[in-house]
């Protein structure tokens, strides 16, 4: 049965999406207000909280407190306090006492201080939470600005783990903010690296890179043992946001080829899951090396657009054109699957990114085998006036009424019936 097109939406009810969705109501009853005395001696090691410290009636403050209060529902689920600290006007420390550390924000773990914020810089929920959740996964997301830099981490990571680069026109956006949250589930499994520098894409091969648009590659590290052999880039085709992230990473760690043992029609894999195509490879036991060469080709050239199964003929008993290669296999409900015969790999590309060629194949091989019918048929009347002609070659017939006509007689005689077949031959002699 074809899975249901939307039901990866639920699958994906995790918590960051959560986080990232759910509308900002009851937020300023997360934000906390406390005396420096009280801040300072509520921290818990390895506890992370963003801390503004205000004087009563600071100019200018309104705004920002308005910011980090409607962040404060997303950094909490991130476990990261987010609190108003209540300067004294007599206090002189070092967090109250100048008027320009009152315009900061400050990013504590436990009592280490882990980064200072100008608070223009965060200057909505997006630039709070990329900016905070940035300084904090300082050890999972890389920044870089040279494909030196790049080349260094692949190379450290080639035959240990793979990596996400990730580009974005500038920081504090929700793109930004996408991948650092993104990172925040992932970044123990990848590698995340993040740059600004538009002509990083033109040096890792992008071709015509959207330089306005944030972008993502996925770089297949892990199985490269040899420091001369690249990595594999699998860019995301959707626009940045941690759902679309989700979706590709959840692609990248799927098997590059599946195996199938069971009629196509009951087959499912995480491709259909996520609303893509799955395209079977047809094979049989003689063929099978090869079959598994082209399907491991065809599966990177369609990496995060289908899926690709190598479907043995000799396990499942199907009821199609012996000459069928390939079957296509759409996520909508009730499709059936489509069997088709394609002479290389470009056309199994070809049937995946464009869709209308599916139709366009599928109405040239009805053509065919109507021509082949035909043919059939014409061979078949063939066969039957051959054996008919050695069946009554001693056959005497009766040619008394059959009159044999001169150039004299031909009009004379057609004129005195309704109807007549006439038989025009050539003598021998």
């Not at 909280?49 to 997303?74: D, T």
């Not at 499912?268 to 799955?278: A, E, K, V």
């Not at 050695?390 to 009009?411: G, M, N, P």
């Amino acid at each position: 049965m074809a899975v249901p097109k939307d039901r990866w939406f639920c699958s994906f009810s995790f918590l960051l999406f959560c986080v990232s969705f759910m509308p900002t109501l009851g937020s300023a009853s997360l934000l906390q207000e406390l005396s420096p005395q009280n801040y300072f001696s509520s921290m818990k090691a390895g506890r992370a909280s963003l801390a503004y410290f205000s004087h009563y009636g600071s100019p200018g403050a309104q705004l920002f407190l308005e910011q980090i209060e409607n962040s404060a529902e997303a950094l909490q689920d991130y476990g990261i306090s987010v609190v108003k600290v209540n300067c004294p006007s007599e206090d002189v420390s070092r967090y109250c006492g100048k008027e320009n550390t009152l315009r900061k924000a400050y990013l504590f773990r436990g009592t280490v201080l882990i980064r200072e914020f100008p608070t223009d810089a965060l200057f909505d929920v997006n630039s709070i939470v990329a900016n905070v959740l940035f300084a904090l996964l300082f050890n999972e997301v890389k920044y870089i600005e040279t494909l030196t830099d790049l080349q260094s981490i692949e190379n450290a990571l080639k035959g240990r783990s793979n990596m996400v680069l990730a580009y974005v026109p500038a920081t504090g956006t929700a793109e930004h903010r996408a991948v650092m949250e993104a990172a925040f589930v992932y970044g123990t499994t990848h590698q995340f690296v993040l740059t600004t520098e538009a002509a990083l894409l033109l040096d890792v091969g992008s071709d015509e890179p959207d330089m306005s648009s944030a972008q993502l590659l996925f770089c297949h590290c892990q199985w490269v043992t040899d420091l001369a052999q690249p990595c594999r880039r699998t860019a995301m085709g959707q626009t940045l946001t941690l759902l679309n992230i989700h979706r590709h990473l959840k692609l990248m760690g799927a098997p590059l080829v599946t195996e199938v043992a069971e009629d196509p029609e009951k087959a499912s894999t995480i491709h259909l899951q996520l609303g893509l195509p799955l395209v079977f490879i047809l094979s049989q036991k003689e063929t099978y090396e090869a079959d598994r060469r082209t399907a491991e080709f065809v599966a990177w050239r369609l990496l995060g657009k289908a899926g690709v199964a190598l479907l043995s003929r000799d396990l499942v008993d199907l009821n199609v054109l012996l000459r069928s290669n390939v079957a296509l296999k759409t996520p909508d409900e009730g499709v059936p699957v489509k069997y088709l015969v394609l002479e290389d790999t470009d056309e199994v590309i070809t049937l995946v990114e464009d869709k209308s060629k599916v139709e366009q194949i599928q109405e040239d091989e009805e053509e065919e085998n109507q021509d082949e019918r035909e043919n059939n048929n014409q061979d078949i009347q063939d066969d039957q006036v051959v054996e008919a002609v050695s069946r009554d070659r001693k056959r005497e017939l009766d040619l008394e009424q059959i009159l044999a006509l001169t150039e004299e007689t031909f009009h004379s005689a057609l004129l005195e019936t309704t109807n007549s077949v006439v038989l025009f031959y050539a003598s021998c002699e």
